[in-house]
């Protein structure tokens, strides 16, 4: 079992910046990756971004990439995700995943395992 706690989500104006920390605990020495996902109100979820913890390697979607950095601090066994030049496009419930079992598409949402409960980001105009 993994247990993923984020924190961080918040209301900011158009070009602001927020960051997104996920808290894993468990059994983390078995996360192949871990990811942050969103749904935006009326939309399906979509791939944000991962990070595989044990090679560091990074994926993001093309909407964000150069404005959105994905980290992790192992020994803390937390994930970040910093969000600048926020648009309020990139409003939604923000969730932190991890994987367990690799897989090695990480764009696919129903490719993780454990999720945590979500955090609420609003950008406004």
């Known amino acids: 079992q993994v247990q993923l706690v984020e924190s961080g989500g918040g209301l900011v104006q158009a070009g602001g910046s927020l960051r997104l920390s996920c808290a894993a605990s468990?059994?983390?020495?078995?996360?192949?990756?871990m990811a942050w996902l969103r749904q935006a109100p009326g939309k399906e979820r979509e791939f944000v971004a991962a990070i595989r913890p044990g090679f560091g390697t990074t994926y993001y979607t093309d909407s964000v990439r150069g404005r959105f950095t994905v980290s992790r601090d192992n020994a803390k066994n937390t994930v970040y995700l910093q969000m600048n030049s926020l648009k309020p496009e990139d409003t939604a419930v923000y969730y932190c995943a991890a994987q367990i079992a690799y897989r090695s598409d990480l764009r696919r949402v129903d490719g993780y395992d454990y999720w945590g409960q979500g955090t609420q980001v609003t950008v406004s105009s």
């Open positions: 468990g059994r983390t020495g078995s996360m192949y990756a």
